[in-house]
């Protein structure tokens, strides 16, 4: 059983910073971040595929950094210069697939979230 814990939520100023965290109990290909705000659709943010390689959604590049630490199977979200968009709940999602893409669907795995609220 695969099993995501998100942590790492808060409430922030604009242009505050915050640092997400997701414990995995084990690692996939592909692992990232999807938030989804009342109202809207939930969306993929963030993405680090075994390689290294990452994405990003343009809203937040240059202010959103996706890391991984394998030895302690721990995903990471740094976010710099929030604005009121970025709030929301935010899911880490881990997947098989080798090329990580931003469609929710190839996502069999989620946590539960964690909420993020900027003022």
């Known amino acids: 059983q695969v099993q995501l814990v998100e942590s790492g939520g808060g409430s922030v100023r604009a242009g505050g910073s915050l640092t997400l965290y997701c414990a995995a109990s084990?690692?996939?290909?592909?692992m990232g971040w999807f938030r989804q705000s009342p109202g809207k659709e939930r969306e993929g943010v963030a993405f680090?595929?075994?390689?290294?390689?990452?994405k990003y959604t343009d809203s937040v590049k240059g202010r959103f950094t996706i890391s991984k630490d394998n030895a302690k199977n721990t995903l990471y979200l740094q976010m710099y210069g929030l604005k009121a968009e970025d709030a929301g709940m935010y899911r880490c999602?881990?997947?098989?697939?080798?090329?990580?893409?931003?469609?929710?669907?190839?996502?069999?795995?989620w946590g539960q979230g964690t909420q993020v609220t900027v003022s």
């Open positions: 999602a881990i997947s098989s697939i080798r090329v990580c893409t931003f469609v929710k669907g190839f996502y069999p795995y």
């Open positions: 084990r690692f996939f290909p592909c």
């Open positions: 680090i595929a075994s390689d290294g390689t990452t």
